[in-house]
């Protein structure tokens, strides 16, 4: 296979294209870099686009292995045919490499290759080939031998019929269809286990049934871990006759001494052989699916979870709610660097609410808080119900916004979390972790392992590696997407810089804390191991707030310095008009000009030259500035207040399947169902929600013991 053309083909990209791309990735280059600094040589694909292109690359270069492996294989057994080598060529999957090669890989015992060592393989060629004009015991006879266990005719058709058998199921071409025939026609079927499911989890899915080719992923990954705990007993089902008749066509000829024998044989094969291995193949194919789905659904999540709009130039308080060891509080600066702290009891079995409203009360005066960040977990209903009311009397102004805390704990216990705090207890770290989640959402979730902050679903039935690999990927799109400031980086949102490695990103902070501050940035190639490749990657992503140079403030690479030169020198512009924001006009100079007259002059491509327009037009810019802000709040809303046809404001905080989980202030998230997202057809809830969007909801329905809620985003005015 010419991976180039195949890769050009599918992603309908220039073939010079698909080239350059795979030169890049061999040459070591990241995706955010190819991305953004590479944009001529492959037709200002975005990151997404070429992460794909990458896993298909990948694949694609595993095929090819494959095939090289099984054409080696079967030359060594000399059975080599042009049939194969076509076939083999014509292969776009592993799974159609592994039929080819299933005739011919070495095989464990089994009652064809019984058969095949008791001499009975002509037998089998003359039963097959369904000419015969005499009964076929009259052949059978010749292979009778009591040295090679054969010991009578009978016995001898049993064995070849067990290696005709054998010889079907392993027929490429015919498992191609009948795999083909099981997706589009079968059903998924499981029967529900009401002693083993005490807790009756899966009551839902008693007697439950399907098509295979319209169940959608998140029944698929239900059903699967339904049967993993023994509560659900799932197979495929399919009518036979519809698979039977397709072998038969192929197998089955009209002769009358071998009828009976072919078409009992037939039936072996399906029920013993072919079936079993079509239904876990269309079980691990729809497994597959299913988790691609939800890793996708985990990325989609995710993204505009770490993009949130930070909460600048804000001192927070992180809340940490709790019930016997009370309620921690950690008050972070503009820069989040942590200025007091406290534990307050005001929840049960304490009770001290009047003590715990004056100490944070002190503590808001007393450091100028702005914002009150509570956590959303254990005593998060007493805690939002006490700021709530401290809020009204309070003397300084001051709002508050519920914090998802998911994965706080895990970070809090970390060696991470103890490395950057180590004379705090778990709870202070977890209070101080709620309050950078509100100032910079990426800064501090990327701390965390994203697994646990509280997006997707079923995390723990995914296969691992590629859902930390697909969550790794869109955490460095995040990360270089919005760039790093230099100075004051940790490690952790250093390492998911383009180029930077863990031991790399340590070597920066102790660098910078010998210098106390960065002030260029060539100066990274001072740092220990910071070879010219690495800075290449990197140093586009990393900013100086103030430094020497302007540019280096915005996202312009420093290979491009000499071309900004020559663009202010075209124009008679300079560094100052930069600074001032006096450039407003540039996009019309060049407009006039010509912009490839324009590009070609200063010596980059046009795609470069408009990123390096946008980024002087607004240098220091942060893309998150476009996001929606955290919702702030001064008062509370409980689920007895809900009533139905209520119209209220909520955030989205999950996209899944069949929905979108949306925040109401309330605790408890309500559930939109697909069906109540959009008057007009959506194939996902993703296609018009993503997290943290701000929406309008309608109460549908609240069942309080239950704590569920339902809510429609139709018929609002």
């Given at each position: 296979m010419e991976i180039e053309k195949q890769l050009a083909y599918e992603f309908n990209l220039k073939e010079q294209y698909a080239i350059n791309i795979i030169n890049l990735i061999d040459e070591g280059d990241t995706i955010p870099f190819i991305a953004r600094?590479?944009?001529?040589?492959?037709?200002?694909?975005?990151?997404?686009?070429?992460?794909?292109?990458?896993?298909?690359?990948?694949?694609?270069?595993?095929?090819?292995?494959?095939?090289?492996?099984?054409?080696?294989?079967?030359?060594?057994?000399?059975?080599?045919?042009?049939?194969?080598?076509?076939?083999?060529?014509?292969?776009?999957?592993?799974?159609?490499?592994?039929?080819?090669?299933?005739?011919?890989?070495?095989?464990?015992?089994?009652?064809?290759?019984?058969?095949?060592?008791?001499?009975?393989?002509?037998?089998?060629?003359?039963?097959?080939?369904?000419?015969?004009?005499?009964?076929?015991?009259?052949?059978?006879?010749?292979?009778?031998?009591?040295?090679?266990?054969?010991?009578?005719?009978?016995?001898a058709i049993a064995g070849a019929k067990d290696i005709i058998a054998e010889m079907i199921s392993d027929d490429a071409n015919l498992r191609k269809v009948l795999r083909d025939i099981i997706a589009k026609k079968s059903q998924i079927k499981a029967v529900w286990d009401e002693e083993t499911d005490k807790e009756k989890t899966y009551e839902n899915y008693k007697?439950?049934?399907?098509?295979?080719?319209?169940?959608?992923?998140?029944?698929?990954?239900?059903?699967?871990?339904?049967?993993?705990?023994?509560?659900?007993?799932?197979?495929?089902?399919?009518?036979?006759?519809?698979?039977?008749?397709?072998?038969?066509?192929?197998?089955?000829?009209?002769?009358?001494?071998?009828?009976?024998?072919?078409?009992?044989?037939?039936?072996?094969?399906?029920?013993?052989?072919?079936?079993?291995?079509?239904?876990?193949?269309?079980?691990?194919?729809?497994?597959?699916?299913?988790?691609?789905?939800?890793?996708?659904?985990f990325e989609v999540n995710l993204k505009p979870l770490l993009l949130q709009a930070p909460l600048k130039n804000n001192v927070i308080m992180g809340y940490d709610p709790g019930y016997y060891?009370?309620?921690?509080?950690?008050?972070?600066?503009?820069?989040?660097?942590?200025?007091?702290?406290?534990?307050?009891?005001?929840?049960?079995?304490?009770?001290?609410?009047?003590?715990?409203?004056?100490?944070?009360?002190?503590m808001i005066v007393k450091n100028n808080v702005d914002i009150i960040a509570i956590g959303n977990g254990t005593a998060s209903k007493e805690s939002e119900i006490l700021v709530a009311e401290l809020i009204k009397t309070c003397p300084r102004k001051v709002s508050y916004a519920m914090v998802n805390e998911a994965g706080a704990s895990v970070y809090s216990a970390s060696k991470l979390a103890a490395k950057e705090f180590p004379d705090y207890d778990v709870n202070l770290?977890?209070?101080?972790?709620?309050?950078?989640?509100?100032?910079?959402?990426?800064?501090?979730?990327?701390?965390?392992?994203?697994?646990?902050?509280?997006v997707g679903q079923y995390q723990h039935d995914m296969p691992q590696n590629r859902l930390n690999e697909v969550l790794g990927n869109t955490v460095e799109d995040c990360v270089n997407s919005v760039g790093v400031d230099l100075n004051t980086a940790s490690v952790s949102l250093l390492s998911y810089v383009s180029g930077i490695s863990g031991s790399l990103a340590e070597n920066i902070v102790d660098y910078r804390s010998q210098v106390k501050h960065i002030s260029d940035r060539s100066e990274l190639m001072n740092?220990?191991?910071?070879?010219?490749?690495?800075?290449?990657?990197?140093?586009?992503?990393?900013?100086?707030?103030?430094?020497?140079?302007?540019?280096?403030?915005?996202?312009?690479?420093?290979?491009?310095?000499?071309?900004?030169?020559?663009?202010?020198?075209?124009?008679?512009?300079?560094?100052?008009?930069?600074?001032?924001?006096?450039?407003?006009?540039?996009?019309?100079?060049?407009e006039n000009k010509g912009e490839c007259k324009v590009a070609e002059e200063i010596g980059v491509g046009v795609p470069t030259l408009n990123d390096i327009v946008a980024e002087l037009l607004k240098p220091g810019r942060d893309i998150r500035e476009n996001m929606p802000l955290p919702e702030l709040r001064s008062d509370i809303l409980s689920m007895e207040d809900l009533q139905p046809d209520m119209v209220l404001d909520g955030v989205v905080r999950n996209v899944i399947d069949f929905g979108a989980f949306v925040d109401i202030g309330v605790h408890q998230d309500g559930l939109v169902h697909i069906s109540q997202i959009s008057d007009s057809f959506i194939s996902h809830p993703s296609d018009v929600l993503k997290v943290g969007e701000k929406v309008k909801v309608k109460i549908l329905s609240v069942d309080l013991n239950k704590k569920r809620i339902s809510l429609t985003m139709k018929g609002i005015e």
């Open positions: 600094y590479r944009k001529e040589m492959h037709g200002a694909c975005d990151d997404q686009v070429l992460r794909d292109f990458a896993d298909r690359l990948n694949y694609l270069r595993n095929l090819n292995k494959e095939k090289e492996k099984v054409e080696k294989v079967i030359k060594e057994q000399d059975k080599w045919t042009e049939e194969i080598e076509k076939a083999l060529a014509e292969a776009l999957t592993l799974t159609e490499v592994e039929d080819i090669y299933r005739p011919y890989k070495p095989k464990r015992k089994t009652r064809a290759t019984m058969a095949q060592a008791k001499g009975l393989q002509p037998l089998a060629d003359i039963i097959l080939a369904q000419d015969l004009t005499e009964p076929v015991e009259n052949f059978a006879k010749e292979y009778i031998s009591e040295e090679k266990g054969v010991k009578d005719e009978a016995e007697d439950f049934s399907g098509d295979v080719a319209k169940i959608p992923s998140h029944r698929i990954l239900a059903l699967n871990r339904g049967e993993k705990e023994d509560c659900l007993k799932v197979s495929i089902e399919i009518n036979p006759k519809l698979t039977l008749t397709e072998i038969e066509k192929v197998y089955k000829k009209d002769n009358e001494f071998t009828n009976e024998i072919i078409i009992d044989t037939i039936a072996d094969s399906y029920d013993r052989l072919l079936f079993p291995s079509l239904e876990r193949e269309c079980r691990t194919t729809l497994t597959d699916r299913a988790n691609e789905q939800a890793i996708k659904m060891n009370g309620c921690k509080i950690a008050v972070i600066d503009i820069k989040g660097d942590v200025l007091d702290t406290a534990v307050v009891y005001p929840t049960p079995p304490q009770n001290k609410v009047e003590e715990a409203k004056k100490k944070l009360t002190d770290r977890s209070a101080v972790s709620i309050a950078r989640r509100l100032q910079d959402p990426l800064a501090e979730l990327i701390k965390i392992d994203v697994k646990s902050i509280g740092v220990k191991k910071m070879g010219p490749k690495a800075y290449e990657q990197c140093a586009g992503f990393l900013r100086i707030t103030d430094g020497k140079n302007i540019l280096d403030n915005t996202a312009v690479h420093p290979e491009s310095y000499p071309a900004v030169k020559k663009l202010l020198e075209l124009f008679n512009l300079t560094d100052e008009h930069i600074a001032n924001g006096e450039l407003k006009m540039l996009p019309s100079l060049i």
